[in-house]
Structures are given as structure tokens and as C-alpha cells.
């Protein structure tokens, strides 16, 4: 069966460091992958997606990768701010009109 | 504009009582649906998910059930609740465009 897996750990950084989070998979094609933010309480919020196609996409101070033969998507947050402290899902998606399968999700915290 | 409503915000129920969570999505036409349930810590678990007026899959067997009267409401139901039904329950829409949007979800609690 298809097989998410995100950072094990919370992840802990300093503020204007940048926070890279993975999200590895298994026994799965996606055609997209997407990252979400999810606020304690709140609903997730989308952030990026990625096709199947594209290395990498970029948005303001945030970057995502895709490596189809790793199966592996990088998020990397850059200038990291403590209001970027949130739990970070990742996401696949084999076609336009698919469900989504979401990742466990990884704590940042940024610490000032 | 584009808004999804969930409601009731929170919920607390006795094991054994009937369920019923309603989403309803303003400003697009035919959505894609979703349920979704997280609980404590965990991850989101996809509970069911709707293309179509009527068209209802289901991912997890267990004793909820979905359905789509209309084209933007999505309902979630509960004959009988089990305290393994707490949790958060979410609802989301796509447009097709692969992105999904969320609801503000609902705190479920039985006792």
C-alpha cells in the first residue's frame, strides 16, 4: 500500500535560518504533490504544488523539490520567522480528480 | 469568492447517539468533496470523498456514512457514535485544480 513518511522528529530552528522538511514515498506515482500549513486548531492550508514534471517551484521565501526517482519532496522555508511555527503536510496526487494522500505532517518551531 | 462552512464548530455526544456534520462549499459549482478525520496528533484520514451529486467512495470501513443531496453540501452521519468516532473532522473541496480547501472543522467528543 501507498506509504508517506515526513520528518520523524519535530524540527527546531533558529529564526532567519531556513527549515528544509522531506517527504519521502512509497509504493506510489504521483502526478502531483502538494504542501499544506496547518495551524493547532485550524484547518490546513494550502501552500504549493508541484507536478511530476517540475524540479522545483517557488513561492515568495518558500521552495519545493520533486525527485521522481528518489520519490522524495523537499519544502524549504528561507529567513524563517517564528510565524512560520506551524505543522507542515505534504500531499499526493496521482490526477486532476484523484483523492489526496496526506503525509503525517512535521512540527517547525522557530525559535527567535 | 470561494467559502466553505462546517458546522457545528464543536460537538459533544454520548456513545451510542446519532451524528450528523454538514459542509457546505459558496462560490464554485460541481467541487469535488472530501471528509476527513485527524485525530489527536495524528494525521488526516480520508473518510470519504464525492465527485458528483450522489456519488459517494468510501475509504475507511467503520460506522460513518456521507452523503451529497445537493451539488456544494457534503454530510457526514453516525447512526450510532463509538468513542472512537472523537476527533477533528474536516471538510475540504477542490476545483479540480489539485489544490484542496479546507473547512474550519469540527471538534467531535463522545463520551
Known amino acids: 500500500s501507498q506509504k508517506i513518511e515526513q520528518n520523524s522528529e519535530a524540527l527546531n530552528i533558529q529564526e532567519g535560518k531556513t527549515a528544509t522538511l522531506t517527504c519521502n514515498y512509497t509504493?506510489?506515482?504521483?502526478?502531483?504533490l502538494q504542501w499544506y500549513r496547518q495551524d493547532p486548531g485550524r484547518g490546513p492550508v494550502f501552500l504549493l504544488l508541484?507536478?511530476?514534471?517540475?524540479k522545483e517551484k517557488r513561492k515568495e521565501r518558500l521552495k519545493v523539490t520533486f525527485d521522481t526517482t528518489l520519490k522524495q519532496s523537499l519544502f524549504h522555508i528561507t529567513a524563517s520567522q517564528p510565524a512560520d511555527s506551524a505543522t507542515y503536510l505534504c500531499a499526493l496526487m496521482k490526477t486532476s480528480y484523484d483523492k489526496v494522500i496526506f503525509g503525517p505532517g512535521t512540527s517547525l518551531s522557530v525559535i527567535p | 469568492s470561494q467559502t466553505i462552512h462546517q458546522w457545528p464548530a464543536t460537538l459533544v455526544q454520548p456513545v451510542g447517539s446519532p451524528l450528523s456534520l454538514e459542509c457546505t462549499v459558496e462560490g464554485t459549482s460541481n467541487p469535488n468533496l472530501y471528509w476527513y478525520r485527524q485525530a489527536a496528533g495524528r494525521g488526516l484520514q480520508l473518510l470519504f470523498y464525492?465527485?458528483?451529486?450522489?456519488?459517494i467512495s468510501s475509504e475507511v470501513p467503520q460506522n460513518l456514512s456521507a452523503s451529497r443531496p445537493q451539488d456544494r453540501q457534503f454530510i457526514l452521519s453516525s447512526k450510532k457514535l463509538l468513542l472512537s468516532d472523537s476527533g477533528f473532522y474536516l471538510c475540504?473541496?477542490?476545483?479540480?485544480?489539485?489544490?484542496?480547501?479546507f473547512g474550519p472543522g469540527t471538534r467531535l467528543t463522545v463520551l
Open positions: 509504493n506510489y506515482s504521483p502526478a502531483y
Open positions: 464525492s465527485v458528483g451529486i450522489g456519488q
Open positions: 508541484i507536478r511530476e514534471n517540475e
Open positions: 475540504a473541496w477542490s476545483p479540480g485544480t489539485n489544490a484542496q480547501y
